[in-house]
């Protein structure tokens, strides 16, 4: 129904900026709400970031905020992630995620439909 497909991950280092973008597919996200999450190894997926497609609310975990940018591109269907001042502690899996209907709360991953099969990003010191 929906395939979301992750892209712009690799290895940087500390203070290099990364985009990541997730190609939507399948159908209209105009009414979606969009995030992403990350996952690094021995820890649970955690939120970085979320917004309503069509506009409104945009919200950011607070290890993120300031340094990370969620935005879209309605022709290309597509959300990105701008990443700047990368940290070590960013090094993680990321995957993009979308809800069909409202959200309780952004950060829950639980919350979302669809997801896509993520992108490694790996920050070295």
């Known amino acids: 129904q929906v395939q979301l497909v992750e892209s712009g991950g690799g290895l940087v280092q500390a203070g290099d900026s990364l985009r990541l973008s997730c190609a939507a597919s399948g159908r209209t996200f105009s009414s979606y709400r969009m995030g992403w999450f990350r996952q690094a190894p021995g820890k649970e997926r955690g939120f970085v970031a979320a917004f309503r497609w069509s506009g409104g609310s945009t919200d950011y975990a607070d290890s993120v905020k300031g340094r990370f940018t969620i935005s879209r591109d309605n022709a290309k269907n597509t959300v990105y992630l701008q990443m700047n001042s990368l940290k070590p502690e960013d090094t993680a899996v990321y995957y993009c995620?979308?809800?069909?209907?409202?959200?309780?709360?952004?950060?829950?991953?639980?919350?979302?439909?669809?997801w896509g099969q993520g992108t490694q990003v790996t920050v070295s010191s």
């Open positions: 995620a979308a809800a069909a209907y409202r959200v309780a709360d952004w950060s829950k991953d639980y919350e979302y439909d669809f």
